[in-house]
């Protein structure tokens, strides 16, 4: 059975419509009628569909592009396909968020529980559907058309949101809060964890920082256990997703967009930015920090407390901030070690001499 999704989507809009609600102004060869039915990335954009360009990294997906029409800077107009329509803005982003919130406006508030309960059990809303053998603990809340599968456990004080689906043989712990989100079998998720929660996504600039409505999901593959605490942020547009037989610490933030492949091990008080990649069989220590957009290959090692700014090369071992190859970080250690100590005995012998 597919999915019903999290959030009604407004229109279809005619580009007229949509330019009373944006901060942008059309090429001069744009048909204002034009109708748009959704917003999407650039690269998942087709016909009928608005995206946007703010950031060079993504060039290349702007000019290959199938979206009927597009919101982007002037610097990178040249770029654009000829079939799709351009809005210029001199904000990218922040018309985004404003095309956004017209499509999406009950996206701006996270969709909870939603308990509808007037009859049953307690904390359970009648349309939600539990499997045999399913046992929910004292203080529980399973929300408006949620599905939880034979065998799983929900905890006391944990709420199931609104339409989330859980699968077989889970356990979800005290205080645990899932929303907007689609999770397979085996899956454990400690006290604590919050699933699902808007990413942190605001248009910054003079006017003030505007919220970007976040419209996307988390998906958690089977056999994944997520550590107390630990936030996962839903999705922007495409979904956060965290693959098959990963294992997640206490304390880590993982945040929208963001994939993670199978088989990942991430430990304690790690934080993900955005947008992020990591390959199957990425080992990630401690504290570690991660920008935004970039890509971790295939089993790499990345040493505790190290900050990740750049791609990461399959099976490479990296460490230090920013992180680089660990023979590279260890030499550089090691020559500033040696530096500070001619230093100190320079100085020593200098306060003798005197």
């Known amino acids: 059975m597919e999915h019903p999704g999290f959030f009604e989507r407004a229109g279809p809009f005619s580009l007229t419509e949509i330019l009373k ?42 000019k ?73 603990e004292p ?23 609104y339409r989330v689906h859980i699968g077989r043989n889970c356990y979800i712990g005290p205080n645990a809060s899932i929303t907007h989100a689609l999770i397979g079998n085996n899956v454990i998720l400690h006290a604590g964890v919050c699933v699902g929660q808007d990413g942190f996504g605001f248009a910054m600039g003079p006017q003030g920082h505007l919220k970007v409505p976040q419209i996307g999901r988390v998906i958690i593959q089977d056999g994944v256990e997520i550590g107390a605490n630990t936030t996962v942020d839903r999705g922007a547009i495409r979904d956060t997703i965290i693959g098959e037989g990963t294992k997640i610490d206490n304390l880590v933030q993982i945040g929208h967009n963001v994939t993670i492949g199978r088989h990942c091990v991430i430990v304690a008080q790690t934080g993900i930015s955005g947008s992020t990649v990591l390959e199957d069989f990425v080992a990630m220590g401690g504290q ?28 490479a071992r990296w460490g230090g901030t920013p992180a680089k190859p660990v023979k590279q970080w260890f030499r550089e250690i090691t020559i500033l070690k040696k530096l500070s100590q001619q230093s100190g005995g320079d100085r020593k012998a200098k306060d003798a001499a005197d």
């Open 21 to 62: 609600h944006i901060d942008a102004d059309p090429a001069s060869d744009v048909d204002q009628a034009v109708e748009i039915r959704d917003v999407k990335t650039l690269d998942d954009a087709g016909v009928g569909d608005i995206s946007f360009l703010d950031n060079p990294k993504y060039v290349s997906q702007f």
């Open 64 to 136: 290959d592009t199938s979206a009927t029409a597009c919101l982007v800077g002037k610097r990178f107009a040249d770029h654009a396909p000829e079939r799709t329509a351009l809005l210029i803005c001199s904000q990218p982003y922040r018309s985004f968020a404003q095309a956004l919130t017209l499509f999406y406006p009950s996206a701006l508030l996270t969709r909870a529980a939603e308990n509808s309960q007037t009859e049953g059990a307690p904390g359970i809303d009648p349309s939600a559907e539990l499997e045999d053998d399913v046992r929910v």
């Open 139 to 161: 203080g529980a809340i399973i929300g408006r058309e949620a599905r939880i599968g034979s065998g799983t456990t929900i905890a006391a004080g944990a709420v199931i949101g």
């Open 288 to 315: 570690c920090g991660v920008v935004g957009h970039v890509r971790i290959g295939m089993g790499a090692q990345i040493a505790a407390t190290s900050n990740v700014n750049s791609d990461v090369p399959p099976g």
